[in-house]
Nanobody, 116 residues
Framework: QVHLVESGGGLVQPGGSLRLSCAASGFIFSDYAMRWFRQVGNQERELVGR????????YYGDAVEGRFTISRDNANNAMYLQMNSLTPDDTAVYLCNAFRGTTHFWGQGTQVTVSS
């Protein structure tokens, strides 16, 4: 059974940092590209960034470019999102997504709140 479990969210002050993790199981992790999305309420999910299956290529959305870094550890079936210089606009539920062709898996998300 496929599982994607996000962790590391919480409350952080503006200007602070958080590191999110996404633990994967139930599929061949190294065969899948991975993405981080974020969602505020019922708004459309926003792509934060993605990383290729082998971890050599990354892409970031304009809103986070230069502040967030995505990495992965294929030996331990995990992906990470290092978030720096956080602002209140980064407040959202952060979700990880695995995709390969038309196959997608989703986690349940972890809440990140940026507030003083």
């Amino acid at each position: 059974q496929v599982h994607l479990v996000e962790s590391g969210g919480g409350l952080v002050q503006p200007g602070g940092s958080l590191r999110l993790s996404c633990a994967a199981s139930g599929f061949i992790f190294s065969d899948y590209a991975m993405r981080w999305f974020r969602q505020v309420g019922n708004q459309e999910r926003e792509l934060v960034g993605r990383i290729s299956a082998d971890g050599t290529t990354t892409y970031y959305g304009d809103a986070v470019e230069g502040r967030f870094t995505i990495s992965r550890d294929n030996a331990n079936n995990a992906m990470y999102l290092q978030m720096n210089s956080l602002t209140p606009d980064d407040t959202a539920v952060y979700l990880c997504n695995a995709f390969r062709g038309t196959t997608h898996f989703w986690g349940q998300g972890t809440q990140v709140t940026v507030s003083s």
